[in-house]
Every structure is written in C-alpha cells, then in structure tokens.
C-alpha cells in the first residue's frame, strides 16, 4: 500500500481556513448525523468554533446524534473549574450547539489517571472510533498532549508538560505560567493516528518551522506531527504565515477546496 503525501491546504488567513473547515463540518453532520469527532482546544480552533457556533444560529446545525472526544485535559483540573479544556470547550463550542451532554466525552483531571485513561479508550472503541479528529500543533510539534520525546505512547496516558507547554497555555491562567498545571491526560498517538480522517490546522508564523518539518522531514518521536506522514487521509490546513517554510507547488499555495 503506498500512503498519499499530507494534503496541504493553504489559505490567505486564519479566518477563511476555519470557514472552510466549518462547511465541511457542516455538510458531514449533514450526511452522517452521528458522526463521531475529535475535537482540540488552543488558540487555533477558536475561529473554527466561533464559525461552527454562528452556522448552528444561522442555519439550524443538528448535533443530537453527534458524538465528541476531545483530546486532553490538565490532571487536578476539575471540569468545570476556569482554565480546564473542558470549560473552554463548553464556552466556544458545546454550548452553543444542541449535543447531547452524555455524547459529550472528555478526560476528567480528577478522575483517577490510569482508570481514567483505560475508560477513555474503551469509550472511544465502544463509539466506533473517531469519524473525524480535528487537531492544532504546540510550536514543539506535539499533537494533542503528546509531547516531543525520545519514546511516544500509543493510548491515552498521563504526561508531564513541557515548559513551552505551559507556556502556550498561559493564557488560560490569567496569564501565569505557574498556574498552569505540571501535568495533564492525553489520547496517545496510535489512538489519534486510528481516525479516520484527520484535520490539523495550524496559523501563524510561530509554527511554521514545525509546519515544514512535519511536511518535508523524516518521522521522528521528537516531532510528534510528523506522525500524519503515516496517515492514509490528513489534511494540513494552514494560513499563509504558518505556510511560509514550505516549498509547495503554486496550485497547492493558492488552496484548493477540493482537496477537502
Ligand atoms: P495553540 O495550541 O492553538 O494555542 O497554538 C495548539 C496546541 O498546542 O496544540
């Protein structure tokens, strides 16, 4: 079997990107109502939330029958407490939709860690895996939580953050990198890799080293993005800025719509 090369898709600006992966979303609630997603958190996805949330408004989107994993959460975080994945989840995307709350699944942070792992694992065989898996990339290359390191787990585990994790996710905390939780609870990378299809968005110029190894380097454990190289359907879609590494050829640097 000979894989595809990622499909790179390169939009002018971080907003038509996230409207165009709103639309495909859109169409796929549309023609599979229980489809099953994979959905992130991070700066990235906010534009494609904000889009998913104001298509459910205008047009009415229907997520009764849709199912949610998200990948990660901090360990010690209860759900609801501020700077969760979870709060943040609930603020940009579930409550503005009609998902069900028991299709809602999430890594809780004060669940004891190894059960909560196994459970996860087997909520998502018990779903049917994951129909579409939406990811950003950390400026280390990690996807989900799973961070550059000499090995990489493949199911959902406990991890400890890097520094420039917890710096990227600062923000969450008012700003101080000392609340950020050391530790958190990640889908691993044969988990992630099990989708079906994947959709990592990237934006700005911060990335764009990351980008173009992911693209043009080797697979490597210390740049776990890399790993989408293995994948039979990935999509990179990315803003001009986090493009700017790649040496692409120009019908793919204008976009192409079809490619989703
Ligand atoms: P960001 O984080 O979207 O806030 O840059 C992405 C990630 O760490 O996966």
């Not at 595809?4 to 002018?12: E, Q, S």
């Not at 038509?16 to 996805?45: C, F, M, Y």
Request: hydrophobic share 40%.
């Amino acid at each position: 079997m000979t894989l595809p090369d990622i499909r790179v898709t390169v939009f002018p600006d971080a907003q038509t990107a996230a409207r165009v992966v709103a639309e495909r979303i859109g169409q796929l609630l549309h023609d599979k109502p229980d489809v099953v997603l994979g959905l992130a958190t991070g700066r990235t996805p906010i534009h494609l939330y904000d889009e998913l949330a104001r298509m459910t408004a205008s047009r009415g989107l229907d997520w009764s029958k849709v199912t949610t994993f998200n990948l990660d959460e901090f360990v010690g975080l209860h759900p609801e407490e501020p700077g969760s994945y979870r709060r943040f989840m609930e603020e940009h995307l579930f409550r503005h939709t009609n998902l069900r709350p028991e299709r809602i699944n999430f890594l809780v942070g004060t669940a004891d860690p190894d059960e909560e792992c196994d459970r996860y694992e087997r909520a998502i065989l018990q779903a049917g895996g994951i129909d579409v898996q939406i990811l950003g990339i950390g400026t280390n290359g990690h996807i989900g939580f799973n961070e550059p390191s000499p090995g990489l787990e493949a199911r959902t585990h406990r991890i400890t953050l890097q520094p420039e994790t917890r710096r990227g996710n600062a923000a969450l905390f008012g700003g101080q990198v000392d609340r950020v939780p050391t530790e958190a609870l990640s889908v691993g990378m044969a988990t992630i890799l099990q989708a079906r299809k994947l959709i990592l968005l990237a934006n700005g110029e911060t990335k764009a080293r990351c980008i173009a190894e992911v693209v043009h380097g080797p697979l490597t454990t210390m740049l776990p993005a890399s790993f989408l190289q293995l994948h039979h359907d990935a999509d990179l879609i990315l803003d001009a800025a986090a493009a700017s590494g790649l040496s692409l050829t120009r019908e793919k640097a204008e976009g192409k719509r079809e490619h989703l």
